[in-house]
């Protein structure tokens, strides 16, 4: 079956139920292992995750952006720019094309001062993947981008106030 192709399977509760605790323990320890991350580079889990963000964008975000791909608000945002700013990770630039927007735009930093805190991710990857087929990657990887286009519409989705 290609990666377009849908195949449409009732899902037995024990198998929901399975992978969502999977999905539950997995988010716990990432949280956890980038707050440690976090904590060792001077900035909040928050700061840290909304740097990654912008790291990962091919060109700089406006505040907005940061605030629609986050979840935060807009003014929450202002804050975390305005911390990482502080600690030399970002700054803001004027948009070249439209001078009244302010882009932010990573900073140049010496990553490899961070390189240690993610010392055998890639080795511990390999060592997992390793375990399967091509053809399982395919199926793996079909997985998560799923799941990540999920979880990326519930963080962008705007927030019903309780």
Not at 22 to 36: K, L, P, Q
Not at 100 to 117: G, I, N, Q
Not at 132 to 141: K, L, R
Not at 142 to 159: G, K
Request: glycine letters at 6%.
């Amino acid at each position: 079956m290609t990666g377009s192709a849908q195949r449409q399977t009732t899902v037995p509760q024990d198998v929901l139920e399975r992978f969502s605790s999977f999905g539950r323990e997995g988010s716990t320890y990432t949280v956890m292992f980038h707050a440690r991350i976090a904590e060792q580079m001077g900035l909040s889990g928050t700061d840290h995750k909304c740097l990654d963000l912008a790291m990962r964008s091919p060109e700089p975000l406006t505040a907005g952006q940061i605030a629609e791909r986050s979840g935060l608000s807009t003014g929450a945002v202002t804050g975390v720019i305005d911390r990482l700013e502080r600690a030399g990770f970002v700054r803001r630039v004027r948009d070249p094309h439209d001078r009244r927007k302010v882009l932010v735009e990573v900073a140049k930093f010496d990553e490899k001062k961070y390189a240690h805190l993610f010392e055998g991710l890639v080795t511990n990857l390999e060592r997992v993947l390793s375990q399967f087929t091509p053809e399982e990657w395919d199926v793996i990887a079909r997985y998560n981008e799923q799941i990540l286009e999920f979880m990326r519409a519930l963080v962008e989705q705007p927030a019903n106030p309780a």
